[in-house]
């Protein structure tokens, strides 16, 4: 039987991959910072280990208590909304710290395994914002871009040993938690200069023409991490789809 170990279960695309990869008989590791069972069913094919993805004695713990996995999903990250001007650079070094290098992290510790088994598959969760520019969203958008950009040269890396590297592509979610879980950190990134635009951009937003669900993103990870075709991104999301077809 399969194992799939991921990364920021608490809610979200992550919570809601974990329930479709237990309902679809598979392994599952649910990864969180503070563990929480009672947001999953309960199952004997289910693990809830806690994983702080910035840290690496962390990574090394939940590596060794899981045992060897067949799959890696890198959804864990955080958000930041605002002007760049002024975003601090400490904040953009945080999301990039989360977004980009935990997930660099990640990869790297599952590698030796895959490699010798010459098997596996690791699968990045990005964002549609990096199908289409999106405003106000310059440190996410660039955190998420250097994935795919990683994403695309490891699987190319990688392909001689067998091992698969895919990315999920979401698009906007609005039941997720993302706005409220960067609360703190998007607090004064709106300076008045900037607050006629930032209106405009939040008021469309309000009113989108498409939407992404959790389940939408669940589905687009269990293709992804099935594919055997060579296909490297999988827009989840009614809206990420047609953001990825328009390109």
């Not at 695309?13 to 329930?19: F, K, N, P, Q, S």
């Not at 799959?71 to 601090?88: D, K, Q, R, Y």
């Not at 979401?170 to 706005?179: I, Q």
Request: net charge neutral; hydrophobic share 50%.
């Amino acid at each position: 039987m399969n194992t799939v170990l991921i990364t920021g279960t608490s809610s979200g695309y992550g919570l809601e991959t974990a329930r479709h990869f237990l309902a679809q008989g598979w392994n599952v590791v649910a990864t969180m910072r503070t563990p929480r069972e009672d947001v999953l069913p309960r199952s004997e094919r289910l693990r809830v280990l806690a994983l702080d993805v910035t840290n690496p004695a962390s990574i090394r713990a939940a590596l060794e208590a899981c045992g060897p996995i067949d799959a890696l999903v890198n959804n864990a990250g955080i958000g930041v909304v605002g002007a760049f001007e002024a975003t601090p650079m400490a904040t953009a070094r945080e999301v990039f710290e989360t977004n980009t290098f935990a997930v660099m992290a990640m990869t790297q510790a599952v590698l030796p395994q895959f490699r010798a088994r010459r098997s596996g598959v690791v699968v990045n969760v990005t964002s549609s914002a990096t199908l289409a520019r999106m405003p106000l969203a310059a440190v996410y958008t660039a955190s998420k871009a250097a994935i795919e950009g990683f994403t695309g040269s490891l699987a190319f890396e990688l392909e001689a040993f067998n091992v698969r590297v895919k990315l999920v592509e979401p698009g906007y979610a609005p039941t997720t938690r993302f706005t409220s879980n960067g609360g703190k950190r998007m607090e004064g990134l709106i300076p008045e200069a900037y607050a006629p635009f930032a209106e405009q951009v939040f008021a469309a937003f309000a009113q989108p023409a498409a939407v992404t669900r959790e389940a939408d993103v669940a589905e687009a990870v269990w293709r992804a991490v099935n594919d055997s075709t060579g296909q490297l991104r999988f827009p989840a999301g009614a809206d990420a789809v047609a953001l990825a077809q328009a390109r």
